[in-house]
Every structure is written in structure tokens, then in C-alpha cells.
Nanobody
Framework: QVQLVESGGGLVQPGGSLRLSCAAS????????MGWYRQAPGERRELVAT???????NYADSVKGRFTISRTNDKNTMYLQMNSLKPEDTAVYYC?????????WGQGTQVTVSS
């Protein structure tokens, strides 16, 4: 089992920045790809960014150039640096990890971009 806990969400004005963190615990050995997803009210959950074991990253077109995903070498913690935030980035952000074919999710953290 892998436990994931997100933090760092909050209310920010348009153009502002936030950094989300995802702390992994439990059987973190052999965690492969990790990622961030988000879900806005009434919408489907969507991919934001992923990072694999070689630190190769992938981003949704809507966040390219504004968001940066990273993680510590021990894979215990993953980050999402979000800059130039827009109202349409408002959503619950979820941390995700894949380990040996099983997928794990955190409980989510709310990000609200509003003036």
C-alpha cells in the first residue's frame, strides 16, 4: 500500500503562484510514474502533469510553460509549482502514484484562483 497526502492548496489571485506538495509513505519502493490530476466542479478528472522514474515529464497543454512537476530523489515527495494561475485552474488537485500495476490517490487539495 502507498499513502499519498497533498498539501499547499488555497486561494490565490489570478497571476499568482502556489506550490503543491504530495508526501508518499508506505511501500514507496518501486513507485514508478507519479502525477497530478485535477477535477473542477461538474467536470471529469483530468491529467495535469506526470513524472516518471527517469524524471521525464509530461504536461497538459493547458498548463505547459506555467506549471512544473518535480520530485525528490527518494521519491518521498512530489511537487507541483504553479505560476501565472488563471481562474480556470480552479479545481481539486489530486496526487497519483503507480506501483507494480496498482494506482494510488491522495485525498485532494483545493486550489481556488479568484480576485
Amino acid at each position: 500500500q502507498v499513502q499519498l497526502v497533498e498539501s499547499g492548496g488555497g486561494l490565490v489571485q489570478p497571476g499568482g503562484s502556489l506550490r503543491l506538495s504530495c508526501a508518499a509513505s508506505g511501500n514507496i519502493f518501486s513507485i514508478n510514474t507519479m502525477g497530478w490530476y485535477r477535477q473542477a466542479p461538474g467536470e471529469r478528472r483530468e491529467l495535469v502533469a506526470t513524472i516518471d522514474t527517469d524524471d521525464i515529464t509530461n504536461y497538459a497543454d493547458s498548463v505547459k510553460g506555467r506549471f512544473t512537476i518535480s520530485r525528490t530523489n527518494d521519491k518521498n515527495t512530489m511537487y507541483l509549482q504553479m505560476n501565472s494561475l488563471k481562474p480556470e485552474d480552479t479545481a481539486v488537485y489530486y496526487c497519483n502514484a503507480e506501483r507494480r500495476g496498482s494506482w494510488y490517490w491522495g485525498q485532494g487539495t483545493q486550489v481556488t484562483v479568484s480576485s
